[in-house]
């Protein structure tokens, strides 16, 4: 990695739940979290394959909560169908961390530092939805919480293609690099297994 040393990662997938990918919700964003299904899972398996931990933290909230004092309206509710990981992603319960998780960031009230500092994890690799709001949350603070953090470009999606990339765009040169990084998956696993040779 960039700093010589050997990293364990873990690998964060945002908000796949079924009321995101069910395109009988008619959401802006589903075609395009259908698209990363597949590379998530790829990297799904690589990761399982290290031994390497794979978390879904996901939208749990209420009905009444702030945030649907907003333009939002009311989805992945704690309790309903919908809020559930997405049978789209291999999610393995026993073996993953499932963490239903109050607002956007998956760091925000859950201790997911605790969580992964126990797990003696030195990187968190992020993708999944959106990449402008809970994905870009959960990587900035990622790096507030001492972990170095990767945004994998090819594994996350927003509204709109274009919004999607102009977000990477924004943050593939930043002030913090290189403790937070655009990377695609295959770009990560290079440098993931390259550093586990060496070590």
């Not at 995101?20 to 964003?29: A, G, K």
């Not at 509710?77 to 291999?90: I, M």
């Amino acid at each position: 990695m960039t700093d010589g040393n050997k990293e364990r990662p873990a690998f964060l997938i945002v908000d796949m739940v079924k009321d995101n990918l069910d395109e009988r919700n008619n959401f802006i964003i589903t075609p395009f979290a259908r698209r990363i299904v597949g590379p998530i899972n790829t990297l799904i398996g690589v990761f399982r394959r290290e031994g390497w931990p794979v978390v879904f933290p996901t939208d749990a909230y209420h009905r009444e909560d702030f945030i649907f004092k907003s333009r939002l309206p009311p989805f992945s509710l704690v309790g309903t169908e919908g809020a559930l990981v997405a049978d789209e992603l291999d999610y393995r319960a026993g073996t993953d961390l499932w963490l239903p998780k109050p607002r956007f960031s998956a760091f925000f009230g859950v201790q997911l530092d605790q969580w992964l500092r126990e797990r003696g994890v030195t990187l968190c690799a992020v993708a999944g939805l959106s990449t402008n709001f809970c994905v870009l949350t959960t990587v900035m603070d990622a790096v507030c919480h001492d972990f170095k953090a990767v945004l994998l470009e090819d594994c996350s999606a927003s509204t709109t293609a274009s919004l999607h990339e102009q977000t990477v765009n924004l943050y593939r040169r930043n002030p913090i690099y290189p403790l937070m990084r655009v990377l695609s998956s295959s770009e990560l696993v290079a440098e993931l297994l390259a550093s586990s040779a060496q070590a």
